[in-house]
C-alpha cells in the first residue's frame, strides 16, 4: 500500500504528541508498505519516507501526483487540518486527539475550538474515517463532534520498548540522570507541555505537601515545553524556595529515557488525556506510575498504575508516599507497570492504521460508484 501522510505539523514539532505518533507510525508502516509525505515544506521532515510531494500554490502538479500514486491520505492532527488536503480527491483520514476542546469549553482549560476543528462536526462527509487513540476517546468524540460510532475508528498507540525500558541497574541509572541533568537527588517526575489539563499546579502542590510530610530530600523534576496557561504551574513552583522543583526543557529520545528510568516515580494524574503515552513509556521503564481516575487513563494504565482523583492533592501526594513507605508495593507496581507497557505496540498499531485505509477506500471506491461525478473537494 501507498500511504500519504501530510507531514508540516509533525515538522513544526516532531517530538510533541503529534510527532511522537506520526514518527513512530511512518517507522512501522515503511517495514512493508511506501509511505510519501506531503506539505509545504521542502522535505520530508523525518525519516522513513519513500518519498515527499511538495504542496504549492501556484501548480497543481502535486495534486496529480498524490491522486495517481496514493492508496489513502492521513492528516495526524484534526486542529489544524490545511484546505488543501480536501482537494486529494482518494481515501481521507484524520486522527482526532480527543474533545478536550469542547468537554472543557470556556473553563481555561483548553483553548477553544478552531475553524478545522469545526469543520469536522459541519462537514464529517469530507473524510472516510476518523481515527483516535482510545475508547474512551472515541466515545467523547462521537458525542462532541457529533460523528457516527462506526465512522470513527479507536486504535491505541504503542511504546518504543527498544527505546523505553527498565534499567539494570537502577542505582546506577540514578547517578547518570544525576549527573547529565544536574538534579540535586532523587527526584519525583513529569513530562508533559503543561496545559491546564495536565494538572501541573496539583502536581507542584502535591510535592510541597509531600515535602512537608517529611520527604525533604526528593526533588520534583518537570520536563517538556511550557505551552499556553503555564503561569499558575510558574506560580506554583515559586512556592517552593530551594530550587528542589528543576525545570528541564523538551528532551527526546534517550535523554527521555534516561530521565524516566532514573525517577522515584512517574506523576501523570491528568484532568483529561485521550490516551497518556508518558505514563505507558515511564511505566515500560519500571517506574511506579500515578495517573487520575478520569478519561482514557484507567482503559490505558489498567490496575498497573495507582489511580487517584485528579483534583485531589492529598490523593496525589498520599498515593506517592504510599509507594515510597512501602518497598513491597512499590516494587508490584513497578513490575505490573512494565509488563502492562509491553502490551503496546507500534507494530500492532500499525497494522490496525492499514485495516482503517482498506477500509476507507472500501468506502471511497464505494461513494464514487455511486457518484460518478464526484469531486475531491470538501
Known amino acids: 500500500m501507498r500511504i500519504g501522510i501530510l507531514t508540516d505539523s509533525v515538522a513544526a514539532d516532531p517530538w510533541s504528541g ?33 518519498g515527499h510531494i511538495r504542496v504549492s500554490r501556484w501548480s497543481w502538479g502535486w495534486r496529480r501526483q498524490a491522486e495517481s500514486g496514493l492508496d489513502a491520505v492521513l492528516c495526524p492532527q484534526a486542529r489544524d487540518v490545511p484546505d488543501f488536503f480536501y482537494r486529494i480527491d482518494r481515501p481521507r483520514l484524520v486522527t482526532i486527539h480527543g ?13 477553544p475550538p478552531t475553524s478545522s476543528i469545526l469543520r469536522h462536526r459541519e462537514r464529517p462527509e469530507a473524510v472516510e474515517l476518523y481515527l483516535t487513540v482510545s475508547q474512551s476517546a472515541q466515545k467523547e468524540i462521537v458525542e462532541h463532534y457529533q460523528l457516527p460510532a462506526e465512522r470513527v475508528v479507536p486504535i491505541y498507540n504503542g511504546v518504543d520498548t527498544q527505546l523505553f525500558s527498565p534499567p539494570a541497574d537502577k542505582e546506577q541509572v540514578r547517578q ?20 491546564p489539563k495536565k494538572n501541573g499546579v496539583r502536581i507542584v502542590a502535591a510535592y510541597r505537601r509531600l ?16 505551552g499556553w496557561g503555564f503561569e499558575p504551574v510558574a506560580e506554583e513552583i515559586a512556592r ?27 506523576l501523570f494524574p ?52 504510599k ?42 471506491e464505494a461513494r464514487h460508484a455511486s457518484s460518478p461525478g464526484r469531486s475531491g473537494r470538501g
Open 270 to 321: 491528568s484532568l483529561h488525556e485521550s490516551f497518556g503515552l508518558p505514563a505507558l513509556e515511564a511505566m515500560a521503564c519500571g517506574v511506579p506510575t500515578v495517573v487520575s481516575t478520569v478519561f482514557s487513563l484507567p482503559e490505558v494504565a489498567g490496575d498497573a498504575a495507582v489511580q487517584v482523583n485528579p483534583e485531589s492533592v492529598e490523593e496525589i501526594a498520599q498515593a506517592v508516599q
Open 99 to 111: 474533545a478536550t476542546v469542547f468537554l472543557f469549553a470556556g473553563t481555561g482549560v483548553a483553548p
Open 211 to 226: 515535602r512537608k510530610s517529611g520527604f525533604r530530600g526528593l526533588a520534583l523534576v518537570l520536563a517538556g515545553g511550557a
Open 240 to 266: 517552593v524556595s530551594d530550587g528542589q522543583v528543576v525545570r528541564l526543557g523538551q528532551l527526546q529520545g534517550a535523554d527521555l529515557a534516561l530521565l524516566y528510568r532514573g525517577a522515584e516515580v512517574f
Open 176 to 195: 547518570e540522570a544525576r549527573s547529565r541533568f544536574g538534579l540535586p537527588g532523587r527526584y519525583l517526575l513529569h513530562v508533559s507541555n503543561y496545559q
Open 18 to 50: 503529534v510527532g511522537s505518533y506520526a514518527r513512530n507510525l511512518i517507522r512501522e508502516w515503511s517495514r512493508a508498505h511506501e509511505v510519501v509525505s506531503l506539505g509545504r515544506v521542502r522535505r520530508a521532515p523525518v525519516a522513513g519516507f519513500a
Open 323 to 364: 509507594l515510597l513507605s512501602d518497598p513491597a508495593l512499590y516494587e508490584r507496581y513497578r513490575q505490573a507497570g512494565v509488563k502492562r507497557a509491553w502490551e503496546f505496540r507500534w507494530e500492532d498499531s500499525a497494522r490496525r492504521h492499514v485495516e482503517a485505509f482498506e477500509r476507507a477506500r472500501t468506502l471511497w
